[in-house]
C-alpha cells in the first residue's frame, strides 16, 4: 500500500509530564546492574544518560498510543486488529527495536520515533522485529550493536517507507469500517510497483558483517563464532578462541540421531516428503540432457553439469522450517552436486533430522548474513588448530531467508550464483461463486501466519462469496493460537479482496501482480489455469491447497516474489546445472563458408583482429 496517515483521537495526557515523572522516578535505570526490572517488558537496557533519555520520551507516548482507541472509521491502515499483543516479550519475532542498540548514538531519535510512525505498518512501531535469523523481514536495528546511528532517522526512514521489499499494491485512499479483514477495492486501484528488494538498512549491517567475520579473504571461524554469539545463532561459551572452532558446525552423528529419536508418525512424514520432492527433482534433471547437432565440416552441441559446491539455507526464526530443508538440499542432489552444504541458525530436532535424510554433506548452525558470508566465501583448514573445520566455498547459494539474508545474498552474487531475492510472502485466489468460502479463508491464513508482512489477496466475481470469506477469515483467526493468530492479524492490515466483473478481469489483474502462490478454485479451474500466465506456483482446483506444496506434493516451494514471477521460476535442479556449449571443425574444406562468413562478419563491425585470426583458417589465405 502506499503510505497514508491515520487520524486518531488526540491524546488526553501530556506525554512531556509522563517523561518527566518516569525520569524522576526511575534513576535507577542510569545504572542497569542495579535493577534490570522496571523496563524488562520492553527489554530495554540504558548504559548513557542519553540513551534513557531517548526512552523517557519514547514510552509515554508510545503507550499513550497503544491505549488510546483509534475513530471508528479511518484511512487504509486498520490499527484495529492489533490486539494486546503490542508489547509482547514473548514472541520470537517481535522484540523492541532498542534491544541491541546499547552503544549507538541516538541523537536523532524524535526523528526516529516520526518517520516509524508514517510507516503503513504503524504498529511496528513498538512491536518491532529483532530476531536477524527469523525468516521474516525483521527491523534492522538487530545488527546496530557498535554502528553510529546519527543518520538514524533517515535509515529507518528508508527501511520502514518500503514494508514490502519487492512489490507494493497502490491504492487511492479508501475508507474502511473497522475490523475490516478483507477490505474490498475497485480493480481501478490495483497497480503494480516494482521496488527494490533489497533492504537499504539491512545492505548497511550485512556489509558490516562481512567484514568483520571476513576481511579480504575466507572467513575467520574465530571472527563468526563472535558474531553467531552475539547474534544468538549459538549460545556464549566462556572458552578459550582456539577450542570452539567447531562449534558452528552440527555433525553428521547429531542429526542422524535427531532423526532416529522422531515418532514413528513424524518420521515416516518427512520419509514421504522426501521421496515425494526427490522423485520430482529427479524428473526435471532428466528432462534436459547432452545434445549435439551438425555444422559445417563437423559438429556443435551442449553439456549439462552439476555445480561441484551448493550451499542451501533455511530459516531457523519464528518457526523451524524442515520442509526448506528438503526443499533446497534435495534439489542440489537430485542436479548431482557433489557436495551440498545446509545453514540454518539455532535448528531444531526436525531441522537436524532433515539434514540427515536430505543428504547434507554440512550443517552450519549459523544464520543471517554471517551463514551467507560463510557459504560463500568458506573457512580455510587451520595447520595449528585441528578444531577449526574447513568449509568449502559454493558455486551457488540458494534458500528463503529475511531481509538480513536477501542483503548478503544480493552482495555476494556475481562472485557465486544465487536462486533469487525474494520478498515477503503471497497467496492470491481466484474464486467463483462455486468455491468453499471455509477453504479460501483456511489458505488465506496459513499464508498470512508465515509472516506479519505477508499479503493474502482475494479476486472474485461475486460479492457474496467475497462477504462469505472475510467472515470466515475473521472466525478461523478468533480460534487460531498465538503467536500465529497474531501475525496473521498483522499480515491482514495490507491484505484485501478486488470484486471484479468477470474472471477473465480476475486473470487480468493476477497476471499483473504475479504472485508467489496462485489458486484457482471456480467451477472450470483448469480452464482458468490454462489462461493465466504470470505466477511462482499454481494451484488447480478445491483440493490443491497451496499448503500441499508447502509441504512437499513435489514441485519446490521456493518461489519467486514481488511480480518476479513476470520472468523467473521458482528453485529447481535448474539452478545448479550449467548449460555449456562446444564446437569442432573436423573437416576444413566443408567449413570454409563459415570462415569467410566470420570474416566479412568481423570486418562490418570495425574488429579487424577478428577478420585475421578466422582468414588464417581459410583455405584460399593459406
Request: aromatic share 6%; charged share 20%.
Amino acid at each position: 500500500h502506499s503510505s497514508s496517515s491515520v487520524t486518531t483521537s488526540t491524546p488526553s495526557i501530556d506525554s512531556s509530564l509522563l517523561s518527566l515523572l518516569l525520569f524522576l522516578l526511575c534513576p535507577c535505570r542510569l545504572y542497569p546492574k542495579k535493577d534490570k526490572e522496571f523496563f524488562s517488558f520492553l527489554k530495554f537496557e540504558c548504559e548513557t544518560l542519553e540513551e534513557y533519555s531517548c526512552i523517557c520520551i519514547f514510552l509515554p507516548t508510545a503507550i499513550t498510543a497503544a491505549f488510546l482507541p483509534p475513530r471508528q472509521e479511518y484511512s487504509q491502515i486498520r490499527l484495529g486488529v492489533i490486539n494486546s499483543s503490542i508489547i509482547d516479550q514473548n514472541s520470537n519475532s517481535n522484540s523492541n527495536h532498542n534491544k541491541h542498540s546499547n552503544n549507538s548514538n541516538n541523537n536523532n531519535n524524535s526523528n526516529h520515533i516520526k518517520n516509524t510512525n508514517t510507516n503503513n505498518q504503524n504498529y511496528k512501531s513498538i512491536k518491532m522485529i529483532v530476531d536477524q535469523n527469523s525468516n521474516s523481514n525483521s527491523n534492522h536495528n538487530k545488527h546496530s550493536n557498535n554502528s553510529n546511528n546519527n543518520n538514524n532517522s533517515n535509515h529507518i526512514k528508508n527501511t520502514n517507507t518500503n514494508n514490502q521489499n519487492y512489490k507494493s499494491i497502490k491504492m487511492s485512499t479508501t475508507t474502511y469500517t473497522k475490523g475490516e479483514l478483507l477490505p474490498v477495492i475497485d480493480p481501478s486501484r490495483v497497480r503494480l510497483e516494482i521496488k527494490d528488494p533489497v533492504d537499504e538498512g539491512a545492505l548497511v549491517q550485512a556489509k558490516e558483517i562481512f567484514q568483520t567475520i571476513r576481511g579480504s579473504g575466507s572467513v575467520c571461524p574465530t571472527k563468526l563464532i563472535e558474531v553467531a554469539e552475539r547474534l544468538g545463532d549459538i549460545p556464549k561459551q566462556e572458552e578459550p578462541a582456539e577450542s570452539n572452532g567447531c562449534r558452528y558446525i552440527i555433525s553428521a552423528e547429531e542429526c542422524k540421531k535427531a532423526f532416529e529419536d522422531l515418532s514413528e508418525e513424524e518420521r515416516s512424514s518427512l520419509v514421504n516428503i522426501h521421496a515425494r520432492v526427490k522423485a520430482f527433482a529427479e524428473a526435471q534433471r532428466a528432462s534436459v540432457r547432452d545434445t549435439e547437432i551438425d555444422i559445417p565440416g563437423g559438429k556443435a552441441g551442449h553439456t549439462v553439469s552439476p555445480c561441484k559446491a551448493a550451499g542451501c539455507y533455511a530459516p531457523g526464526g519464528r518457526y523451524p522450517l524442515p520442509s526448506s530443508v528438503i526443499m533446497t538440499a534435495v534439489t542440489a542432489k537430485a542436479a548431482g552436486c557433489e557436495t551440498v552444504i545446509l545453514a540454518s541458525p539455532r535448528p531444531a530436532k526436525i531441522t537436524k533430522a532433515a539434514a540427515y535424510i536430505s543428504g547434507a554433506d554440512l550443517f552450519l548452525c549459523v544464520g543471517g548474513a554471517q551463514a551467507i558470508a560463510t557459504m560463500a566465501y568458506g573457512i580455510e583448514p587451520s595447520s595449528t588448530n585441528t578444531s577449526i573445520l574447513p568449509v568449502p566455498r559454493c558455486d551457488v547459494i540458494v534458500g528463503p531467508g529475511n531481509k538480513w539474508v536477501t542483503a548478503a545474498k544480493s552482495i555476494v552474487q556475481g562472485y557465486c550464483g544465487i536462486d533469487m531475492l525474494a520478498g515477503p510472502s503471497e497467496v492470491l485466489v481466484i474464486c467463483d461463486k462455486t468455491a468453499n468460502p471455509r477453504i479460501i479463508a483456511a489458505d488465506l491464513i496459513a499464508q498470512a501466519e508465515h509472516d506479519v508482512v505477508a499479503r493474502a489477496i482475494l479476486l472474485s466475481d461475486d460479492k457474496h462469496t467475497i462477504k462469505c470469506v472475510e467472515e470466515e477469515v475473521a472466525r478461523q483467526l478468533h480460534s487460531l493460537p498465538e503467536p500465529n493468530k497474531s501475525t496473521a492479524q498483522a499480515a491482514f492490515t495490507h491484505s484485501f479482496a478486488v470484486l471484479c466483473d468477470t474472471i477473465d478481469q480476475c486473470i487480468a489483474i493476477s497476471d499483473d501482480i504475479a504472485p508467489e502462490h496462485l489458486e484457482i478454485q471456480t467451477a472450470n479451474p483448469q480452464t482458468i489455469a490454462n489462461k493465466c500466465a504470470n505466477y511462482g506456483g499454481l494451484f488447480i482446483g478445491t483440493h490443491a491447497a497451496e499448503v500441499l506444496g508447502d509441504y512437499g506434493a513435489g514441485p519446490n516451494h521456493t518461489l519467486p516474489t514481488g511480480g518476479t514471477g513476470r520472468y523467473t521460476g521458482g528453485l529447481s535442479v535448474f539452478n545448479f546445472l550449467r548449460i555449456r556449449t562446444w564446437m569442432r571443425v573436423d573437416d576444413a574444406t566443408q567449413s570454409q563458408n563459415m570462415v569467410q562468413d566470420s570474416i566479412t562478419m568481423a570486418r562490418l563491425e570495425g574488429l579487424e583482429g577478428h577478420a585475421r585470426a578466422a582468414e588464417l583458417r581459410s583455405l584460399d589465405k593459406s
